[in-house]
Structure formats: structure tokens, C-alpha cells
């Protein structure tokens, strides 16, 4: 079982920036990939970013390439997604998750486990 713990959402105006954090625990959770996916209202989640625990490696996805970056501490089992540039449309609730990849890919395409969610709200 991994349990995953976010923290770090709020209010922001356009243009500004948030720290997402999300701390997991449980026997094996260095064995999965972890991400941020995220969804707003009335539409499906999406997937945002997702890194290697090992290897560090990381893949954004193109809505929020040069904006966003994920990353990690090993030693506090804490992954991070800094949101600099916000615009209205990221505005969504915010979700940590932990799963597998294809087989040398550090996309995380099916998620097994997620976190309760932040709420990033971005005014114009």
C-alpha cells in the first residue's frame, strides 16, 4: 500500500506561482513512478508531469512544458510540482499519484494510487 499526501494548493493570480508537495509513504512506493495529474471542473483529469524516483527522469506534458517542472527529494520521499506562470486555465484540482509506465518510459500511464487532492484556483 503507498499513501500519498499533497499539500501547497490555493489562490494565486495569473502570472504568479504555487508549490505543489506530496509526500508519500508505504513499503514499496520507490518502486513506482510518480506524477501529477489534474482536473477541472466538468472535464476529465488529465495527466500534467511524472518522474522517476531512481533515475529522476522526467516528462511534462506540452500544456504546461517551460511552465512546470517536477521533482524530487529522496530523502524527504517528497515529489514537488513548481507552477511558475500561471494562467486562469490551470485552475483545477490537483491530484499526486503513484503507478507504472511503459516498459523504459518514465510516463506515468496507469496510475495505482493517488492522493486526495489540492485545489489550485488561478484568478485573471
Known amino acids: 500500500q503507498v499513501q500519498l499526501v499533497e499539500s501547497g494548493g490555493g489562490l494565486v493570480q495569473a502570472g504568479g506561482s504555487l508549490r505543489l508537495s506530496c509526500a508519500a509513504s508505504?513499503?514499496?512506493?520507490?518502486?513506482?513512478?510518480m506524477g501529477w495529474f489534474r482536473q477541472a471542473s466538468g472535464k476529465e483529469r488529465e495527466f500534467v508531469a511524472s518522474i522517476s524516483w531512481s533515475s529522476g527522469n522526467t516528462y511534462h506534458a506540452d500544456s504546461v512544458k517551460g511552465r512546470f517542472t517536477i521533482s524530487r527529494d529522496n530523502a524527504k520521499n517528497t515529489v514537488y510540482l513548481q507552477m511558475n506562470s500561471l494562467k486562469p486555465e490551470d485552475t483545477a484540482v490537483y491530484y499526486c499519484?503513484?503507478?507504472?509506465?511503459?516498459?523504459?518510459?518514465?510516463?506515468?500511464?496507469?496510475?495505482?494510487?493517488w492522493g486526495q487532492g489540492t485545489q489550485v484556483t488561478v484568478s485573471s
Open positions: 499519484a503513484a503507478g507504472t509506465g511503459r516498459v523504459f518510459s518514465v510516463v506515468l500511464t496507469s496510475p495505482a494510487y
Open positions: 508505504g513499503r514499496t512506493f520507490s518502486s513506482y513512478l
